[in-house]
């Protein structure tokens, strides 16, 4: 549904340096999928989503949206998007805005106020919607921006670090936004620092770096590690914690009756286990460090590494 | 469709126009008319005031000699502040227009949405020249109501002219650059200047300055519907159409050219 083909960007700055952006990017995102985009700052996240919308051109390659270059598509179909900084005049007010962007979006005039009273319930947004834009908070305006997105429901969504400024509550609650949001006709894209919010709501998440696609993990097929892949561990024991560092030596304590394991294979960690079982602990918990999408993430950026 | 949407959000442009910028116009436009009226009626004559008996033999009572001041007064006036009112209008109406958009990121959901920006700002141009030529009619019912009756069809139609001009350099710039009303001013200026030094020189170089707008001719359009005959009469013998063609011609060229750069260019600043 949307091809990138050796996408890159390369701009000048305004002294004449020549900064490369993105580099020979190159992933088709599929109708019904939740595709995530994860990188650190200035890895090219959001000038791939500007691409993506048309209000960058690439310097090479070919972006596609259903077989349309991006900005024909937007301006024929529309897309669903939250940027990562929500700009909205500040002097609107927070009804009057989306009851603008509905317009704009071609919400039927029959039904625009429905609309706009759906996704102002939908978002919590009820008791803010007279207050002027620049008296929102932080929170409230992610809200709005969300809302605005999803006045439309389009074919193609795009929400660019969608849960920045929001609080657990509503992180949880724009989860299951989005969970009811997939539909077999639609992708929707999502680009966050958050890794776990990434490995809970994509199907695939692309990690750039520098500009350049590092890889795509299959979130649904990583869930778990494979037999031989070292993965630092943390254990936790509700009795015989003084063990465990008789099973595992290099075990480090990290708080009370709770280790970290060093990479260990699957094979290495079960061993150790069965030692701790038979020697009368009781084992409370068991979990890896990082998230198996943080593992290929650390592993892709190079964390630990010195970065150039 | 898109052109439905987009029209049907007209009413909105209107309305920040005449908030955002309409107003501040009508503000600066009254302060300014004030400052400047006020201490040229503090000079002129009463009506009840004597009045030399030459002047009287000429118009044959000191009611009509003293509607002859103010006739004349009056011309003088509008022409000295016609100019300035048209050039503030036109900043304030085109000021960032769309430069703002793309510095400030409200570009991102505008344009998210089934909308072409081309579209979406050549209308905002339509609309504030509208809302300007609103604001104009409303500034010259006030000053006819209280000092001498301006409001005729040459006038406004100079004034639609002439915003004309000023308000598509100003589209242009705002579409292709960023500081764009000191781009406005810098142009305004520098076309002045050029055509006032060198507009009569015989050189191949001199041809240049058709590029360049006509702005040290403008006082000429402004003189023609401000002049009391041509008020008196209504006529519309004294306008230049040719100068006022050229006007609209230069100002419709910028806008077209404003278009086709929003059809081309990118938003996003990067």
Same mark, same amino acid.
């Given at each position: 549904?949307?091809?990138?083909?050796?996408?890159?960007?390369?701009?000048?700055?305004?002294?004449?340096?020549?900064?490369?952006?993105?580099?020979?990017?190159?992933?088709?995102?599929?109708?019904?999928?939740?595709?995530?985009?994860?990188?650190?700052?200035?890895?090219?996240?959001?000038?791939?989503?500007?691409?993506?919308?048309?209000?960058?051109?690439?310097?090479?390659?070919?972006?596609?949206?259903?077989?349309?270059?991006?900005?024909?598509?937007?301006?024929?179909?529309?897309?669903?998007?939250?940027?990562?900084?929500?700009?909205?005049?500040?002097?609107?007010?927070?009804?009057?805005?989306?009851?603008?962007?509905?317009?704009?979006?071609?919400?039927?005039?029959?039904?625009?106020?429905?609309?706009?009273?759906?996704?102002?319930?939908?978002?919590?947004?009820?008791?803010?919607?007279?207050?002027?834009?620049?008296?929102?908070?932080?929170?409230?305006?992610?809200?709005?921006?969300?809302?605005?997105?999803?006045?439309?429901?389009?074919?193609?969504?795009?929400?660019?670090?969608?849960?920045?400024?929001?609080?657990?509550?509503?992180?949880?609650?724009?989860?299951?936004?989005?969970?009811?949001?997939?539909?077999?006709?639609?992708?929707?894209?999502?680009?966050?620092?958050?890794?776990?919010?990434?490995?809970?709501?994509?199907?695939?998440?692309?990690?750039?770096?520098?500009?350049?696609?590092?890889?795509?993990?299959?979130?649904?097929?990583?869930?778990?590690?494979?037999?031989?892949?070292?993965?630092?561990?943390?254990?936790?024991?509700?009795?015989?914690?003084?063990?465990?560092?008789?099973?595992?030596?290099?075990?480090?304590?990290?708080?009370? =009756?709770?280790?970290?394991?060093?990479?260990?294979?699957?094979?290495?960690?079960?061993?150790?286990?069965?030692?701790?079982?038979?020697?009368?602990?009781?084992?409370?918990?068991?979990?890896?460090?990082?998230?198996?999408?943080?593992?290929?993430?650390?592993?892709?950026? =190079?964390?630990?590494?010195?970065?150039? | 469709?898109?052109?439905?949407?987009?029209?049907?959000?007209?009413?909105?442009?209107?309305?920040?126009?005449? &908030?955002?910028?309409?107003?501040?116009?009508?503000?600066?436009?009254?302060?300014?008319?004030?400052?400047?009226?006020?201490?040229?009626?503090?000079?002129?004559?009463?009506?009840?005031?004597?009045?030399?008996?030459?002047?009287?033999?000429?118009?044959?009572?000191?009611?009509?000699?003293?509607?002859?001041?103010?006739?004349?007064?009056?011309?003088?006036?509008?022409?000295?502040?016609?100019?300035?009112?048209?050039?503030?209008?036109?900043?304030?109406?085109?000021?960032?227009?769309?430069?703002?958009?793309?510095?400030?990121?409200?570009?991102?959901?505008?344009?998210? &949405?089934?909308?072409?920006?081309?579209?979406?700002?050549?209308?905002?141009?339509?609309?504030?020249?509208?809302?300007?030529?609103?604001?104009?009619?409303?500034?010259?019912?006030?000053?006819?109501?209280?000092?001498?009756?301006?409001?005729?069809?040459?006038?406004?139609?100079?004034?639609?002219?002439?915003?004309?001009?000023?308000?598509?350099?100003?589209?242009?710039?705002?579409?292709?650059?960023?500081?764009? #009303?000191?781009?406005?001013?810098?142009?305004?200026?520098?076309?002045?200047?050029?055509?006032? &030094?060198?507009?009569?020189?015989?050189?191949?170089?001199? &041809?240049?300055?058709?590029?360049?707008?006509?702005?040290?001719?403008?006082?000429?359009?402004?003189?023609?519907?401000?002049?009391?005959?041509?008020?008196?009469?209504?006529?519309?013998?004294?306008?230049?159409?040719?100068?006022?063609? #050229?006007?609209?011609?230069?100002?419709?060229?910028?806008?077209?050219?404003?278009?086709?750069?929003?059809?081309?260019?990118?938003?996003?600043?990067?």
């Amino acid at each position: 549904m949307i091809a990138f083909d050796q996408v890159g960007k390369r701009y000048r700055t305004l002294w004449g340096r020549e900064v490369l952006a993105l580099e020979d990017f190159s992933v088709e995102l599929r109708a019904g999928e939740v595709f995530g985009l994860a990188g650190p700052n200035g890895a090219g996240k959001s000038t791939l989503i500007s691409l993506l919308l048309g209000y960058l051109g690439p310097s090479h390659g070919t972006i596609r949206i259903d077989g349309q270059d991006p900005r024909r598509y937007v301006e024929s179909h529309g897309i669903s998007y939250l940027s990562e900084l929500v700009s909205i005049p500040p002097a609107w007010r927070a009804e009057e805005a989306l009851k603008r962007y509905a317009l704009l979006a071609g919400v039927p005039a029959s039904s625009r106020d429905a609309r706009v009273e759906q996704v102002i319930e939908w978002m919590g947004l009820s008791e803010h919607r007279a207050k002027r834009v620049k008296q929102l908070s932080k929170g409230n305006l992610q809200r709005l921006g969300l809302a605005q997105a999803l006045l439309v429901e389009e074919r193609v969504i795009v929400l660019d670090e969608p849960t920045h400024g929001l609080d657990p509550v509503w992180t949880q609650r724009f989860r299951e936004v989005v969970t009811a949001l997939r539909r077999e006709d639609r992708v929707i894209l999502i680009a966050s620092h958050n890794l776990d919010e990434l490995e809970r709501l994509a199907d695939r998440v692309a990690i750039i770096d520098h500009g350049r696609l590092q890889r795509v993990v299959d979130v649904r097929r990583a869930s778990a590690p494979d037999r031989g892949d070292r993965t630092p561990y943390r254990i936790a024991l509700s009795r015989g914690a003084e063990l465990v560092p008789a099973v595992f030596p290099r075990a480090r304590m990290v708080g009370q =009756g709770e280790h970290e394991l060093d990479g260990l294979t699957l094979d290495e960690l079960n061993a150790g286990l069965a030692a701790l079982l038979a020697r009368g602990a009781l084992i409370a918990m068991v979990y890896p460090v990082h998230s198996m999408l943080e593992q290929q993430f650390r592993e892709a950026v =190079g964390v630990g590494e010195k970065r150039t | 469709m898109s052109r439905a949407r987009v029209g049907a959000y007209a009413l909105w442009q209107l309305r920040d126009y005449l &908030k955002d910028r309409g107003r501040p116009t009508i503000i600066v436009a009254l302060l300014a008319g004030y400052l400047g009226i006020e201490p040229l009626l503090q000079q002129m004559p009463r009506a009840n005031d004597r009045v030399a008996p030459e002047l009287l033999l000429r118009f044959g009572s000191a009611s009509a000699v003293h509607a002859a001041r103010m006739a004349e007064f009056n011309a003088l006036f509008v022409r000295g502040i016609l100019g300035a009112l048209v050039f503030l209008g036109a900043l304030f109406a085109m000021n960032g227009i769309v430069a703002n958009d793309r510095k400030q990121g409200f570009f991102r959901f505008l344009f998210a &949405k089934p909308v072409a920006p081309s579209r979406y700002y050549g209308q905002a141009f339509l609309v504030h020249w509208l809302g300007f030529m609103l604001v104009m009619t409303l500034l010259g019912a006030v000053y006819g109501a209280l000092v001498w009756p301006v409001l005729t069809v040459p006038l406004l139609l100079v004034i639609a002219v002439m915003f004309v001009a000023y308000a598509g350099i100003a589209f242009l710039l705002s579409a292709a650059a960023r500081w764009d #009303w000191m781009s406005l001013v810098a142009v305004s200026v520098a076309a002045t200047y050029l055509w006032t &030094k060198f507009g009569s020189s015989p050189g191949p170089l001199a &041809k240049l300055l058709y590029l360049l707008p006509p702005l040290h001719r403008a006082d000429e359009a402004y003189a023609a519907v401000a002049a009391a005959p041509t008020l008196a009469t209504g006529r519309l013998g004294a306008i230049p159409w040719p100068l006022l063609g #050229w006007f609209a011609g230069y100002g419709v060229v910028c806008y077209l050219a404003g278009l086709l750069v929003l059809r081309h260019r990118r938003l996003a600043i990067v």
